[in-house]
């Protein structure tokens, strides 16, 4: 056979797979069209990074400095601060959220009443829906020192009120349980889908062996999740230099005191966006902010392929 005769059978090949595939091709596109326009098109823009921006000159238009803006950024003492904020952040709400969402996700299964249960996916479920506006507010309603319910009630109990908004070391604990309370339905629900894909003649030999529900949740359950388990926790921390803006934004704000505890990489970006107008810093940070993830991804699955290949992303 020629290779034209090759190149020409092989064409056809292609086009009848597409061919056949075209229903699933179809669903896929709108998803390669959102990461097209988002995520790939804006990418020349990293040059930002690399030049003194004018608004005369635009993005390709505007004389290099070189690494000038990372230089900026690193001397300007904010860059350990706001990644050690955003990597510590990230990593207490991996661990809290797998360790809560898995918990939760076994009791609801292991719940007898229907109705008892979908209840409880309905409410954990609400607040994925809620915004970070609505949020911020909600906190504010309680933390706020004049007229918080917090506040109220220790006064109306005798004890002196506290000033949340000026005492930094409270706020890790209050951002963990804000995001616990944000996400537990959603990833509940994903660890409950993933127990009722269980094979449920499993559950049903162990009955007949005499196991307990602990017995079966440590040797049945706990096990078969773990696939389940590695995933999330590999696309969690392939965004561990990037943190919820939303969620920061709105429910600390502007506050200056706080910054010290609650400042990440894409709140000062912002700031820095904003008040400074520095393009070209703000280029350089999240430039600094993928590079690093790309780095974490990588680096975290190939310890997974080589310890559990059946596990790894890629």
């Known amino acids: 056979m020629t290779s034209g005769a090759r190149a020409i059978r092989t064409k056809q090949s292609f086009l009848t797979k597409v061919w ?133 009630m220790l006064r109306s109990l005798g004890a002196e009120p506290v000033n949340a908004y000026g005492t930094p070391k409270v706020w890790p604990l209050v951002l963990v349980v804000l995001r616990v309370w944000k996400d537990i339905g959603y990833g509940t629900i994903l660890y409950l889908a993933a127990i009722m894909g269980i094979d449920q003649e499993i559950y049903e030999a162990a009955d007949i062996d005499g196991a307990n529900i602990f017995t079966k949740i440590r040797v049945i359950t706990l096990p078969s999740l773990k696939p389940t388990v590695v995933t999330l926790l590999l696309l969690s921390v392939s965004n561990i230099f990037r943190g919820d803006f939303g969620m920061f934004f709105n429910v600390v704000g502007r506050n200056g005191l706080l910054y010290d505890m609650t400042d990440i990489i894409d709140t000062f970006v912002f700031r820095s966006l904003i008040q400074s107008h520095e393009f070209g810093m703000s280029a350089a940070i999240g430039a600094y902010q993928s590079v690093f993830n790309l780095v974490t991804i990588l680096t975290v699955n190939g310890l997974v392929r080589k310890l559990a290949p059946d596990y790894a992303l890629f």
């Open 20 to 152: 056949n595939n075209r229903v699933l091709l179809l669903m896929i596109t709108p998803a390669v069209v959102f990461f097209l326009i988002f995520s790939y098109l804006p990418m020349p823009g990293i040059i930002m990074a690399f030049k003194r921006f004018t608004f005369e000159g635009g993005i390709f238009g505007s004389p290099w400095n070189g690494l000038e803006n990372f230089r900026f950024f690193f001397i300007s003492g904010n860059a350990f601060r706001i990644t050690r904020n955003t990597i510590l952040y990230n990593l207490a709400f991996i661990a809290t959220n797998t360790v809560l969402q898995v918990s939760t996700g076994i009791m609801l299964a292991e719940m007898i009443s229907r109705k008892y249960k979908k209840f409880m996916q309905s409410a954990m479920f609400l607040p994925y829906f809620i915004s970070w506006v609505v949020g911020g507010a909600f906190v504010y309603s309680i933390l706020n020192y004049e007229f918080g319910a917090l506040n109220t």
